[in-house]
Nanobody, 124 residues
Framework: VQLQACGGGLVQAGGSLRLSCAGS????????MGWFRQAPGKEREFVAA????????YYADSVKGRFTISRDNSKNTVFLQMNSLKPEDTAVYYC??????????????????WGQGTLVTVSS
C-alpha cells in the first residue's frame, strides 16, 4: 500500500482544513487507517483513526469535537476534517495504514504503511 497525503496549508486560528490520504491497492478497504502528527521538537502523536470493519472512529482527547475522520473505500481515501484549528495543531500530519487484526489505533508502531506527511500551520 502506498499512501499520499495532501491538504495541508496555512490557516488562521479558528479556521478549517481538510486533509486527504489516498491509498493504492485493491485491499485498501481492509486496512485500519490513522492520522498522526509531529510538531517540531516533539514526538509523533496520535490524532485520529478509523477501523476498516465498521468505520469506528477514535480520537485523541486534544482533537475531540473539532476533528472528524472518515473514509471512502470506493476512492481509496481517508479524510481528516479539522475545524476550530488552534496554533497548537501546527505540525506535519501523517496518514498510516495497518492490518486490522494488529492495529492499536493510537500506537504508531502497529501501523504497516505511512504517507509522506503534509504540513499544517495554524497562525494565531
Amino acid at each position: 500500500v502506498q499512501l499520499q497525503a495532501c491538504g495541508g496549508g496555512l490557516v488562521q486560528a479558528g479556521g478549517s482544513l481538510r486533509l486527504s490520504c489516498a491509498g493504492s491497492g485493491r485491499t485498501f478497504r481492509s486496512y485500519d487507517m490513522g492520522w498522526f502528527r509531529q510538531a517540531p521538537g516533539k514526538e509523533r502523536e496520535f490524532v485520529a483513526a478509523i477501523r476498516w470493519k465498521d468505520s469506528s472512529p477514535y480520537y485523541a482527547d486534544s482533537v475531540k469535537g473539532r476533528f472528524t475522520i472518515s473514509r471512502d473505500n470506493s476512492k481509496n481515501t481517508v479524510f481528516l476534517q479539522m475545524n476550530s484549528l488552534k496554533p497548537e495543531d501546527t505540525a506535519v500530519y501523517y496518514c498510516a495504514a495497518g492490518a486490522g487484526r494488529t492495529v492499536l489505533p493510537d500506537v504508531p508502531g502497529t501501523y504497516d504503511y505511512w504517507g509522506q506527511g503534509t504540513l499544517v500551520t495554524v497562525s494565531s
